[in-house]
């Protein structure tokens, strides 16, 4: 990592232990006409948006907080769900980390490089055609044209994305909530926090509980298998392992998350005596990060699609799917507010 990214990575680490309190610190307050001109320049591009319909439904999920909250295993929960229920399911996303800004499809085999590390996941987990491009209503389209099978999108992290004009949203929150409240850089806060929901929009919280004053859903999280890495690129299913076979054997945890914390508590409510070496959101896994001689990793799916197996010497490393369950009753009422396919 290079000296101007290191400090970046010190400078957002030290705002968000600022912003993930109740308590509003010296420094946030300090910050505070910033995150007034941030929301008033945010409100003015908003208006001078006109959102630009599909040919299909469009659900947008996505974050009114930075990264971090579990969108990612939404994203792929939601499209299992619709396709469960006889939809057949697209996804667009942004691609964060990609080497360029252009429009295209993923593929399985993609590297995190060429199409962003979380549409890759996704790709891999659910099956669905995925495009990734800045403009995401340039990526729907493109994938509509590709896939007219598809009857309806699902926008990876587009929230704020308004050009994309959508049928219903799904607002994502882990157990941190809206931290201290304010917008960016003061807080953690992409928007305001809407006072009431609108019509079409939903919050599902990823955490063990509520943790806004919003109504909304709890999603069950899990880890429940561990894979060898070159079999889980594989998708050999038969070399998957229960996560409890590694309890009593010391493993480092590595993840490369904006909120890694959550993944060592789940590995340690799970009975791992785990290490742990946080990385930076993202992480570009250029060089493997774990000291040499390190006898087992675990580490997330996110991860995972970065690490060449060829390279990783005599280190077992385990990848260790992040399986969410939406409530059926919140898949439902998203559904209920589709059109009806159009027969092929």
């Known amino acids: 990592m290079d000296r101007g990214a290191t400090l970046a990575a010190r400078a957002e680490a030290l705002l968000a232990r600022h912003w993930w309190t109740s308590r509003r610190s010296a420094l946030t307050q ?141 607002v994502v929150f882990d157990e941190r909530g809206a931290g201290n409240g304010l917008l960016l850089p003061a807080g953690p806060l992409r928007e305001p926090l809407p006072g009431n929901l609108p019509p079409r929009m939903r919050i599902v919280y990823t955490g063990p509980a509520a943790s806004t004053a919003l109504p909304g859903s709890l999603a069950q999280r899990r880890l429940t298998t561990a894979w060898p890495l070159a079999a889980w690129r594989a998708g050999d299913a038969g070399a998957a392992q229960p996560l409890a076979a590694l309890r009593g054997r010391p493993v480092r945890a590595v993840a490369g998350l904006a909120a890694p914390e959550k993944f060592f508590a789940m590995l340690e409510a799970a009975g791992l005596a785990i290490e742990r070496q946080p990385l930076p959101d993202h992480h570009d896994y250029d060089a493997l990060p774990w000291p040499a001689g390190t006898a087992e990793v675990a580490t997330t799916e996110k991860d995972a699609v970065k690490i060449d197996p060829a390279g990783i010497g005599s280190t077992q490393v385990w990848v260790l799917p992040l399986d969410l369950a939406l409530p059926p009753a919140l898949v439902g009422e998203l559904m209920s507010w589709l059109p009806a396919p159009t027969p092929p």
């Open 30 to 170: 300090a910050l505070r006409p910033l995150s007034w001109l941030y929301g008033a320049l945010a409100a003015r591009r908003q208006r001078a948006i006109t959102p630009q319909k599909l040919p299909v439904p469009v659900i947008v999920v996505g974050n009114v907080v930075v990264g971090g909250a579990g969108k990612t295993p939404t994203v792929i929960a939601l499209v299992r769900a619709l396709a469960a229920a006889g939809r057949r399911p697209g996804v667009v996303s942004r691609g964060y980390g990609r080497s360029d800004d252009g429009v295209r499809a993923v593929a399985g085999d993609d590297t995190a490089r060429a199409v962003g590390d979380e549409p890759l996941v996704i790709r891999r987990r659910t099956g669905a055609p995925v495009w990734v491009g800045r403009d995401r209503v340039a990526a729907a389209r493109a994938l509509c044209a590709a896939h007219p099978e598809v009857d309806v999108i699902v926008s990876d992290d587009g929230l704020q994305h308004r050009a994309l004009a959508r049928d219903a949203e799904l």
